[in-house]
């Protein structure tokens, strides 16, 4: 038996409780993992709590990310004990996901922890994390095309007091480039400082509709917002900068107009992680263990057990948490 969140849907309506399963109920696959850790995404709040269709069947276990040690393997590249995390891949959607003690999954979606990195911290890190890096390393690879170096401009991070805002900031910060970190509670200005931020904005400089072009301020943007914000984004960053747009916590919708690309020669860079290459995630989550400095990370995450997940689900969607949720699946 193991312990897991289980989200159903019947006439009665739909609800996420904490349920004891037997491991037989577990869904195919090649690799049986024993979960240590898994988080609490925005992503994982919408299924939780119903307030978006992610889940596409059910009953569903949520959860995006886990890590953990495996326990049993049908597959060569993976052998009982080795330590591994998953990512994305439509697990918590699809397929039973990382918010219980147990995962099958295919052997195609794990990858080995890396070195240097526990389980626990590489749940600290999550997608919200990985997700960060992966903007970050989409906006340097712009920067090296264009010559563009740290201390060359402004660098926007949008949704800051969040988990992807507040890991960019982190990384950003220690690759030497100034942050400038947008968001709706001032309150949390010295934690944006303490990862990193130079200097701090109330998001409703950007969140209100805007001009299609507005004074240069940014070489990059990673956006975490959409809507509103992600055209005021564009609008303002400068000749030939980049944004990399990776949310919508405002919104789907882009109320933009094609003239920062066409006459600033702005790229927009969208980033999916969910379905990114396996050597992509493991350039991503390498760096992650080489670049993000632990006290920082350890700052900004807060650990919950499973069963607290569902309550905290509802305080993700309303803006009440910062940085990082980690969820213990055996507290």
Not at 43 to 61: C, E, S
Not at 226 to 231: D, I, V, Y
Not at 287 to 305: C, F, K, P, W, Y
């Amino acid at each position: 038996m193991f312990k897991a969140l289980l989200i159903d849907k019947t006439d009665a309506g739909y609800g996420c409780t904490l349920a004891e399963l037997p491991e037989e109920r577990l869904p195919p696959g090649d690799v049986t993992v024993r979960v240590s850790h898994s988080t609490l995404n925005y992503k994982d709040a919408l299924a939780i709590t119903g307030r978006a269709p992610v889940v596409r069947q059910f009953p569903m276990v949520p959860g995006i990310d886990l890590a953990g040690t495996v326990e049993a393997s049908d597959d060569p590249r993976f052998a009982p004990g080795d330590a591994v995390l998953l990512n994305g891949w439509g697990v918590g959607e699809v397929h039973w996901g990382g918010l219980a003690q147990r995962a099958r999954v295919k052997a195609n979606w794990l990858q080995p922890l890396p070195a240097g990195l526990s389980a626990a911290e590489a749940m600290a890190i999550g997608t919200a994390g990985y997700t960060a890096m992966l903007c970050v390393m989409a906006l340097q690879a712009h920067w090296q095309a264009q010559g563009v170096t740290p201390g060359s401009g402004d660098v926007l991070v949008t949704g800051a007091g969040g988990g992807v805002g507040s890991v960019a900031i982190a990384l950003l910060a220690r690759a030497g480039h100034r942050v400038v970190a947008s968001t709706g509670r001032p309150h949390e200005a010295d934690y944006l400082h303490a990862l990193g931020a130079a200097d701090v904005i109330d998001r409703a400089q950007l969140s209100a509709p805007g001009k299609p072009l507005q004074k240069e301020r940014w070489i990059g943007v990673v956006d975490a917002v959409g809507s509103h914000t992600l055209a005021n984004a564009c609008a303002s960053t400068r000749y030939g900068g980049a944004v990399a747009a990776c949310g919508l916590a405002q919104g789907m919708d882009f109320p933009a107009t094609v003239a920062p690309f066409i006459l600033r020669g702005v790229t927009l860079y969208g980033i999916d992680s969910v379905m990114a290459p396996m050597a992509r995630r493991r350039e991503a989550w390498s760096r992650l263990a080489a670049e993000l400095d632990r006290a920082v990370l350890a700052r900004m995450t807060q650990t919950i057990g499973l069963a607290d997940a569902i309550g905290a689900a509802h305080d993700v969607l309303a803006g009440r948490v910062r940085g990082r949720l980690r969820v213990d699946v055996n507290a």
